[in-house]
């Protein structure tokens, strides 16, 4: 650069592809969180669509302000178009609070504006752990491998963001098939559209029209208002005093605040694989920031960098893609349309665009890590398919609970966890892997890409720490606890042990020449020697 501005758009045509699918992630995490308040933990209407809703656009609105200006200055200092980093409500965690923090107050005491208060209280102290993250950020980006960072994301992608959605598209078919048909054409093809109309806009039309046909989608102007925004000082006062007085909710509170800062960190990360580059500081600040002001004007749900920059990439999108999605979420908010738009469209005309952020998610890994790195991807994808498992097994308890099941064991019964194990189900195994899979994932996808490049010690450092975020609770376990040498945690210091004594003794040779493994395809040049770092 000659110290000229660079003349950066910040809305362009192709921003409207982007906007569908960004806004059709936020819409539909606000319609379930919003539904879960409401029928699950019986939350009045004045709540859930007077403060949480109107709250989070304010959270969505400040975040998305920050972002676009950080779009431009990326754009003045790279000297070329960026896209804007996408940003919501995280979905893996907005179910941690739900059911994590909301619900057990709300089941204990009866009590919904409790449970809202202590909602918006460990959203305010969740978002300064946040923002903390910015502290150790920038290094844990630099010493940990693309690999690990964007393997962990996929997994979050493949099984929470494609294949729950895809599973929506089947049981709903006449909806999803056609609303998926126009993502498959428009977005992953990338084939034009008469008129160039937005594939999304059309997938969600077409799958709405289908259902208004159908019965499933209805026209309900009851809830429209006016709903401001307004900080509830004194409710999240309450929220923080009563989370001071039963500090063991923070035991749920720290860990899943620890993943929020990693997965923006690794969300950086896969928009630096796209070529477009962020201060990941500066990021974790804001999303902590968000967050925090999002719980002063009434909601608990964390925001954070999303996951599928590189789909909005591919798009073209700039950063008017994130003004039009904040600004139509707010209306929204404030003027009670979200209910309106949940009766209007159905959840399997918008699925398919989600399938597509998935899909776009793991093709760009798979071009931004080296070939041989791929290893090391797919071992990090591994945990998420336990969480995931962990999350459909307990959705069948509460089920058989609804159904009043007489005589139901506890998920963790030691009778069932043997049943299930002689069904091959291993419900200890993967219990252990759900309990901060996204930490597992980057931890192991780190592990395995630096055995790879044969840096044995850089290796041996992360299944160090693993070890000490195990031994107290951090991952492969529900809560905090005092140090203690399990299994898990000695497993991982033999792992780390070894990768950081036998390079010292090995021979040479068998560092310096590769092995050829039958029926594998050969990624490796068998003459890469170790690298030793």
């Given at each position: 650069m000659d110290g000229r501005t660079y003349d950066y758009k910040l809305f362009t045509r192709s921003d409207f592809n982007a906007f569908w699918a960004l806004f059709t992630d936020n819409l539909v995490n606000l319609l379930i969180l919003?539904?879960?308040?409401?029928?699950?933990?019986?939350?009045?209407?004045?709540?859930?669509f007077d403060r949480i809703v109107p709250g989070a656009a304010i959270a969505i609105l400040a975040g998305v302000a920050v972002y676009t200006y950080l779009a431009k200055w990326a754009a003045n200092k790279q000297g070329k178009d960026v896209t804007a980093l996408p940003y919501g409500i995280s979905t893996p965690v907005m179910f941690v609070y739900l059911f994590g923090v909301i619900g057990p107050i709300y089941w204990a005491t009866n009590d919904p504006l409790l449970a809202w208060q202590v909602g918006i209280g460990a959203g305010f102290v969740g978002g300064i752990v946040a923002a903390l993250g910015a502290i150790?950020?920038?290094?844990?980006?630099?010493?940990?491998?693309?690999?690990?960072?964007?393997?962990?994301?996929?997994?979050?992608?493949?099984?929470?963001?494609?294949?729950?959605?895809?599973a929506e598209i089947f049981e709903h078919p006449l909806i999803g098939f056609t609303s998926l048909l126009f993502i498959l054409w428009g977005l992953i093809g990338r084939f034009r559209l008469p008129g160039n109309v937005p594939a999304g806009l059309v997938a969600i039309a077409a799958g709405t029209v289908i259902a208004i046909f159908l019965g499933e989608s209805r026209i309900?102007?009851?809830?429209?208002?006016?709903?401001?925004?307004?900080?509830?000082?004194?409710?999240?006062?309450?929220?923080?005093?009563?989370?001071?007085?039963?500090?063991?909710?923070?035991?749920?509170?720290?860990?899943?605040?620890?993943y929020n800062f990693i997965e923006t960190m690794n969300n950086v990360e896969s928009a630096e694989a796209a070529g477009d580059h962020y201060p990941v500081g500066l990021c974790q600040v804001t999303d902590g920031a968000g967050t925090m002001l999002g719980a002063l004007f009434g909601s608990p749900f964390p925001t954070t960098v999303y996951i599928g920059h590189p789909a909005y990439k591919r798009l073209d999108a700039h950063a008017g893609y994130i003004v039009g999605v904040a600004a139509v979420i707010a209306v929204a908010a404030f003027f009670g349309f979200l209910s309106f738009l949940a009766g209007l469209i159905p959840i399997a005309a918008a699925a398919p665009v989600?399938?597509?952020?998935?899909?776009?998610?793991?093709?760009?890994?798979?071009?931004?890590?080296?070939?041989?790195?791929m290893a090391a991807v797919s071992f990090?994808?591994?945990?998420?398919?336990?969480?995931?498992?962990?999350?459909?097994?307990?959705?069948?308890?509460?089920?058989?609970?609804?159904?009043?099941?007489?005589?139901?064991?506890p998920l963790g019964d030691d009778g069932l966890t043997a049943a299930l194990l002689m069904e091959g189900a291993h419900y200890e195994g993967h219990l252990a892997l759900s309990q901060g899979a996204i930490i597992t994932g980057l931890i192991w996808g780190a592990i395995v890409a630096d055995v790879i490049d044969g840096r044995f010690k850089m290796a041996g450092g992360f299944a160090v720490a693993a070890a000490v975020m195990s031994s107290v609770g951090i991952i492969h376990s529900y809560t905090l606890q005092m140090p203690q040498f399990d299994g898990i945690t000695v497993g991982y210091l033999i792992v780390g042990a070894f990768l950081y004594l036998y390079p010292m003794f090995a021979l040479k040779e068998d560092l310096e020449h590769r092995i050829i493994v039958p029926d594998e395809p050969d990624l490796i040049d068998d003459d890469t020697p170790a690298q030793q770092a």
């Open positions: 919003s539904g879960v308040c409401q029928f699950v933990f019986q939350m009045p209407t004045d709540i859930v150790v950020g920038p290094f844990l980006k630099g010493i940990t491998p693309r690999a690990g960072m964007l393997g962990t994301l996929c997994g979050i992608a493949l099984v929470f963001i494609g294949s729950v959605p895809l309900d102007v009851s809830g429209i208002g006016f709903y401001p925004p307004v900080p509830y000082v004194g409710d999240l006062i309450a929220g923080i005093h009563y989370l001071i007085a039963n500090p063991e909710l923070f035991l749920v509170l720290i860990p899943v605040q620890i989600l399938v597509f952020v998935s899909v776009s998610l793991i093709t760009n890994t798979a071009w931004a890590v080296k070939p041989m790195h990090a994808i591994l945990p998420h398919i336990s969480a995931f498992l962990m999350v459909k097994w307990g959705s069948l308890m509460n089920a058989l609970r609804n159904l009043d099941v007489e005589g139901l064991p």
